[in-house]
């Protein structure tokens, strides 16, 4: 009996969740990517798998679900994974009182609340002046993006027989073909999973979903000369904003206050401000959030300059040159909803949405899609 086959177009995080999760049910999968390779938001983020930044229930399900095919992943494909977990510090009480309350409802996830001179101890890195305590979470796990989206198809090709198709943009779908160019392409199932770009394959779909596009901003410090570690990811106070899972402390509107009368600008770019290490020792460090139909494709140095005067209020390194900088954009859902799952005709999936949590959702929801088929 010959295999079922699949299509995915778009060789991103989710494209590549998507394919493994058919390959590991034994389809022959076909990857058709417009470019030479993945080049768009997927190689564009800290590398960050985060579960501490999705609430209880479904999407933490998910988030850990994803964290545990990646460490399987990375494993068996030779990428860079890095078990550091993470470090959100507190400078005033009012952000102390939040880690302390999050500590308590989320003391099933094993989160502890550590004093200034242990989270010293975890991350050398953190300025100590000021410094109230911490929240510590073991569970959080770096990979490098450039290195894991570059590497994983040939990893697939080798042990699932997958084949990418590189340079190849799709034009259009009609079931069960797919053309691109000059080409047409057969599969018994078709999977959508192209970022942004999903807008040019099914503009009425886009259009009619409560969709809008976040730009991003980050930047890349040197590596230590020391070759030193800096321990688990860090975060400042912005960062208590910005993750649905803090929502659940009664003590973040009188954070959130506080902030918005010292930060409102900061606020109004959608700016948290971490730092992750990658294998080099390099420093991922951002980021910002402008949302938008569309965007300038320019770097602004007031943004990045703001995001670096915030990092200096709880982290220093050894050597802050700045080495890189650019911006990513995705689609981002603007009613709250976590992922966009549609059939727009038959044999077509489209999957979609994930915001800025792609690193951290994308292989657990695909499997999830993949396996209630």
Known sequence: MSKKTAIVIGAGIVGLATTRALATRGYQVTVIERNQRAVGASIRNFGMIW??????????????????????????????????????????????????????????????????????????????????????????????????IGSLPGWLQEKFGVQFIWGVAVTDILYPMVHGGGTSYRADEIYVCTGEDFETLYPAEFKALPLTKCKLQMMKMAAPANGERMGPAICGGLSLLHYHSFKASPALEGLKKRIEENFQHYLDLGIHVMVSQNDAGELIIGDSHEYGPSHDPFIRSDINNLILEYLKTFARF???????????????????????????????????????????????????????K
């Open 51 to 148: 579960p501490i930044g999705q609430p209880d229930g479904e999407m933490y399900e998910r988030a850990t679900l994803s964290r545990r095919i990646w460490l399987e992943t990375a494993a068996e494909a030779g990428l860079f994974h890095d078990k550091v977990g993470s470090l959100h510090l507190a400078y005033h009480k009012d952000e102390l009182e939040v880690l302390s309350q999050l500590a308590s409802i989320y003391e099933h996830r094993d989160y502890q609340l550590i004093g200034p001179t242990e989270a010293l101890q975890k991350n050398t890195s953190v300025v100590s002046q000021g410094l109230l305590g911490a929240l510590y979470s073991a569970e959080e796990v770096i990979v490098n993006p450039r290195q894991a």
């Open 318 to 372: 050894e050597d802050e040159r700045l080495i890189e900088t650019w911006h990513g954009v995705y689609p981002k859902l603007t009613d709250g909803s976590t992922d966009i799952i549609l059939n727009p005709a038959e044999g077509v999936t489209i999957i979609n949405g994930l915001g800025g949590a792609g690193m951290t959702l994308s292989f657990g929801l695909c499997e999830q899609v993949i396996a209630n």
